[in-house]
């Protein structure tokens, strides 16, 4: 492929709800400008974009999918991002390194819960955006009524075509740019006059156009107010200028399965979508002197890109997705990586059509490619050139808001499905796995069921292991509530020498939150000195098993205050032993209680939610905190135990057909009530009964 300058290369990214389209656009768009030879379809499983076999069963886009078409002038980089919730990390990735986005929307539901998410995700990063009415071939789309509720949800749009007649027999866009109507027959398009009829409709369209393009530009507006009209390229750089800056957000239409309006979508990408040139420098930062660092898209300057993505396939090993900001990146290169603060070697590098891949020995500033096998580095990581170790700032990833615990069906294959989730949390960076030692259990946090269901089936298909999830245990806590003291002997006597030790302990109830301390208070050597620390040492060990449920015990100061010892039978093991019969015996003379972990979590729901929200919240054990606004959302802040925080991620997604989010943190321990606490010790004591049996 031919060398692009940054002004040539357009970086759009395609998000929206599920289902508006996306995958299907890009299709039509790669098939149009002739980048690929059959337009494939999601239904049946062929499209460029949509290629795991997790996405082809399901038939929703599930990782971000770098496309690439290049005609005489442009060089276009697509990136189809999922539209289902749980993978919206993607989406976030891929508008990160991108310079314009196109928001689908379906040509019958219209803004949905996903669009506004997605809006927002690309409002943060002040990414241009234009929205593209899909699906206009469907029964009962209705264009009008869309695009007067995307003025109405997000303000500053601006029709740039109208679809004339939406619905099963749609075939014609008037392009409002260029004042014509383009009837299409089975994606190929016939240029014409608009005719008599449609006439009003369009030059009233066009006025609301033009002066759009005016208010971007003050010079313009002036000569728009003085001879009430603008030439065609005032028109076309005005309404740049306005799309580039964020004030205004053109509506494009169509319907990608027949290719309809796919044309036009292509020719607006070209002339309306910023390019790498247009969008402000990017500014990074020296790790070591903290300095800023202006990268601007010069291809002979240092070389400097992040990778927004990495993946790995059977037979292909890591692919590392990556966006070129600055100088020009080439097989052999050697490259520095801030973040691990090691070295990269660049040996493959090829341009991406999602599934395939098409080796190139070089990828310019504001072009985008993927390396094959690079060592060290991830997604987020700046790769630089010379001595500089800068970082680029890497896209932020939505925070964990569901875990669960894994666990092998055969029971066995613990150990390689740890291992197989340790290859995959690579590859996704709003998921996350670990080993929990005190639950003895693989524990798996991340956005959703469905990520996780996916996750379990890439377990299966390159790893050939076989795993569920199950409900994580709960990290519960023994206390005390009041004084007691116990004799902890330990007297063995079995032929040769003998164990002996006797050691008194006082426990007593300490703060919440203080943990455990011990207290030597004996005198006078009834205990020697020597053998201090081993009491100290059962007791701990005794604390970490639990007494009465089998849950740590904490909160407790334990005393020793008297004790025997025999001059030849005692030694250390005695001690130890003495010391955890004493405190087990303390403890059981107490009034005990069992602890449980408080969540603090933050709910945001739209207002006619609150209700259902609040009574959900009340029958989880919750105490509400605190409730606010932040624009149309109402938060609620809750204390919440964690034991009843299991899939809440899920209920409060059906509670709220979607809308509701929720992060929690760790707060603190308190008390359980009564009930629970006598299921827990009979709990423990039944598997006890059992392990002995
Ligand atoms: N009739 C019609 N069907 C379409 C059109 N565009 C897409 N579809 C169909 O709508 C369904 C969803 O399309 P996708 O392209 O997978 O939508 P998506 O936005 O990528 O969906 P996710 O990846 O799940 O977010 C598929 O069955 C497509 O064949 C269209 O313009 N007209
Ligand atoms: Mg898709």
Request: glycine share 10%; with cysteine; proline share 4%.
């Amino acid at each position: 492929m031919k060398d692009y300058t940054p002004s040539a290369i357009r970086n759009v990214c395609f998000i929206g709800h599920g289902s508006s389209g996306k995958t299907t656009i890009c299709e039509a768009l790669l098939h149009s400008l002739k980048a690929i030879d059959r337009m494939g379809s999601v239904d049946e499983g062929s499209t460029h974009s949509d290629f795991m076999k997790e996405e082809i069963e399901r038939g929703h886009s599930i990782g971000a999918s770098l496309l690439t078409a290049a005609t005489k002038d442009i060089k276009y980089n697509f990136i189809d991002t999922p539209g289902f919730s749980d993978f919206l990390g993607e989406t976030k990735g891929a508008l990160h390194v991108s310079d314009f986005s196109i928001l689908a929307i379906h040509g019958v539901a219209g803004v949905e819960v996903v669009t506004e998410q997605v809006w927002d995700f690309a409002g943060d990063g002040n990414t241009p955006r234009a929205f593209f009415i899909n699906l206009l071939d469907k029964e009962n789309a209705d264009f009008d009524n869309i695009s007067s509720s995307l003025e109405e949800t997000f303000g500053n749009t601006v029709i740039v075509q109208y679809a004339v007649n939406p619905g099963t027999s749609f075939n014609q866009i008037i392009d409002l740019i260029s004042m014509k109507l383009i009837t299409y027959d089975k994606g190929t398009a016939a240029v014409s006059d608009i005719p008599a009829n449609l006439q009003g409709k369009a030059d009233e369209l066009r006025e609301t156009l033009v002066e759009r393009a005016a208010e971007a530009d003050d010079e313009l507006l002036e000569k728009y107010f003085e001879e009430g009209e603008l030439s065609v390229d005032e028109i076309k750089n005005g309404l740049k200028t306005g799309i580039n800056n964020g004030e205004c957000f053109p509506i494009l239409c169509g319907a990608a399965l027949s290719k309809t309006g796919i044309d036009l979508l292509a020719n607006f990408i070209a002339d309306f979508a910023p390019s790498p040139v247009d969008r402000p420098n990017v500014i990074s930062t020296d790790s070591k002197s903290g300095d800023e660092v202006e990268l601007t898209p010069d291809p002979t300057g240092p070389t400097a890109l992040l990778i927004f993505k990495t993946t790995s396939e059977a037979h292909v090993g890591e692919m590392s997705f990556f966006r070129v900001y600055s100088g020009t990146v080439k097989s052999g290169d050697e490259l520095q990586n801030a973040t691990s603060d090691g070295n990269e070697k660049i040996s493959q590098i090829s341009i991406s059509m999602g599934k395939t891949r098409t080796p190139t020995d070089h990828i310019g500033s504001g072009d985008m490619g993927v390396f094959v096998k690079l060592r060290g580095t991830s997604t987020g990581d700046t790769l630089a050139a010379g001595n500089k170790p800068i970082m680029i700032q890497p896209p932020k990833f939505p925070e964990a808001s569901i875990r669960a615990a894994v666990v092998s069906k055969s029971g066995g294959e613990d150990d390689k499905v740890a291992e197989g989730l340790n290859i995959l949390k690579k590859s996704d960076p709003t998921f996350s796995v670990g080993y929990d030692p005190e639950l003895q259990q693989t524990i798996i946090s991340g956005q959703g069921e469905a990520q996780f269901i996916v996750v379990l089936s890439k377990l299966l298909e390159r790893f050939g292991v076989e795993a569920e999830l199950i409900e994580p245990r709960i990290p519960y806590r023994e206390t005390i509530r009041s004084k007691a003291e116990a004799e902890g002997k330990h007297k063995k006597q079995s032929g040769g020498r003998g164990q002996f030790g006797i050691s008194w302990i006082r426990v007593e109830p300490l703060k919440r939150g203080e943990g455990y301390e011990f207290v030597d208070e004996i005198v006078g050597g009834v205990i020697p000195r020597q053998f201090i620390p081993a009491v100290d040492k059962g007791i701990k060990e005794t604390l970490q098993r639990g007494v009465i449920a089998g849950y740590q015990v904490v909160d407790i100061r334990a005393t020793v205050f008297d004790g025997k010892h025999h001059n030849v039978d005692s030694d250390e093991h005695s001690f130890k032993m003495a010391g955890s019969v004493g405190f087990r015996e303390a403890v059981k003379k107490t009034k005990t209680a069992i602890l449980e972990p408080i969540y603090e979590i933050e709910v945001k729901v739209p207002q006619d939610n609150m209700g259902d929200v609040m009574g959900d919240v009340s029958s989880r054990r919750g105490k509400v905190l605190n409730m606010g606004s932040e624009g149309k959302w109402q938060i609620i802040n809750a204390h919440i135990p964690l034991a009843e925080l299991y899939k809440y991620a899920n209920t409060l997604r059906s509670m709220t057909s979607g809308r509701g989010m929720h992060r929690r943190k760790f707060s603190h321990y308190e008390e359980v009530p009564g009930d629970i606490q006598k299921r827990l010790v009979k709990e423990y004591q039944e598997r006890r009964a059992e392990a002995s049996a």
